[in-house]
Nanobody, 121 residues
Framework: QVQLVESGGGLVQPGGSLRLSCAAS????????MGWYRQAPGKQRELVAT???????NYADSVKGRFAISRDNAKNTVYLQMNGLKPEDTAVYYC???????????????WGQGTQVTVSS
């Protein structure tokens, strides 16, 4: 019913930048929070950043000052601008959205398929 499609990952040198995008589509009444998570090999998935429908943001300490999350509510799209990338930022990045399908329905959490970000010289 709801799909999240990520784009923008790739290979970048340390200190470089990437911009990730995630577009939600389907039978959507409203989207509350959207966010980005990441999972490195052998590690658990961790929060990177979240943003509410009122643009209130939250960041992991490891990315504060380097990453910026934003969203376009009209397009149901969330972005992650990543600057000053470090090798330890290498991971699969997943977007996440908390979606209401109807005005009276509960909120469901949906995930994208993930996009690889590799920071290496």
């Amino acid at each position: 019913q709801v799909q999240l499609v990520e784009s923008g990952g790739g290979l970048v040198q340390p200190g470089g930048s990437l911009r990730l995008s995630c577009a939600a589509s389907g039978s959507i009444f409203s989207i509350n929070a959207m966010g980005w998570y990441r999972q490195a090999p052998g590690k658990q998935r961790e929060l990177v950043a979240t943003i509410t429908s009122l643009a209130i943001t939250n960041y992991a300490d490891s990315v504060k000052g380097r990453f910026a999350i934003s969203r376009d509510n009209a397009k149901n799209t969330v972005y992650l601008q990543m600057n000053g990338l470090k090798p330890e930022d290498t991971a699969v990045y997943y977007c996440n959205a908390k979606v209401k399908l109807l005005s009276y329905s509960p909120e469901y959490t949906y995930w994208g398929q993930g996009t690889q970000v590799t920071v290496s010289s």
